[in-house]
C-alpha cells in the first residue's frame, strides 16, 4: 500500500551537488512530517533532515546544516534533499522517511520507510 521511493543518488567527487527525491504513494502525504536519514557502511543510520507537514519547518542534523535543504511539494507528493558541497562523509545510503510522530530526530517515530539509495562522494 504505502510506497516511498527515493532517487537522484549517485556518484559525485567532492564539492559536488546532489539532488534527492522521494516520491510517495499510498499516503495522505500532507499529514505526514517527512525526512531522510542516512547509514554509512558499518554504521547506525543517523538523522539528516526532517520537515514538518504543512508549516513546513525545516529540520537539520549539525553536519550538513547550511549545505543541504529540505523540502516537500504536497500537491505532487514529494519530498526533497538539495545536498551542495558534497563530502566524503556523505557518502551514505539514503533513506526517506514518513513519521507517525512528533519527534524527528529518532527512528522510533518512523512509520514508513523507503528503500535507500546510495550517495558516493569520492575523488
Known amino acids: 500500500q504505502v510506497q516511498l521511493v527515493e532517487s537522484g543518488g549517485g556518484l559525485v567527487q567532492p564539492g559536488d551537488s546532489l539532488r534527492l527525491s522521494c516520491t510517495t504513494s499510498?499516503?495522505?502525504?500532507?499529514?505526514?512530517?517527512m525526512g531522510w536519514f542516512r547509514q554509512a557502511p558499518v554504521k547506525a543510520r543517523e538523522f539528516v533532515s526532517a520537515?514538518?507537514?504543512?508549516?513546513?519547518?525545516?529540520y537539520y542534523a549539525d553536519s550538513v546544516k547550511w549545505r543541504f535543504t529540505i523540502s516537500r511539494d504536497n500537491a505532487k507528493n514529494t519530498l526533497y534533499l538539495q545536498m551542495n558541497d558534497l563530502t566524503p562523509g556523505d557518502t551514505g545510503v539514503y533513506y526517506c522517511?514518513?513519521?507517525?510522530?512528533?519527534?524527528?530526530?529518532?527512528?522510533?517515530?518512523?512509520?514508513?520507510w523507503g528503500q535507500g539509495i546510495q550517495v558516493t562522494v569520492s575523488s
Open positions: 520537515i514538518s507537514r504543512v508549516n513546513q519547518t525545516p
Open positions: 499510498g499516503l495522505t502525504f500532507n499529514t505526514y512530517a
Open positions: 522517511a514518513a513519521y507517525s510522530g512528533s519527534y524527528y530526530f529518532t527512528e522510533t517515530t518512523v512509520g514508513y
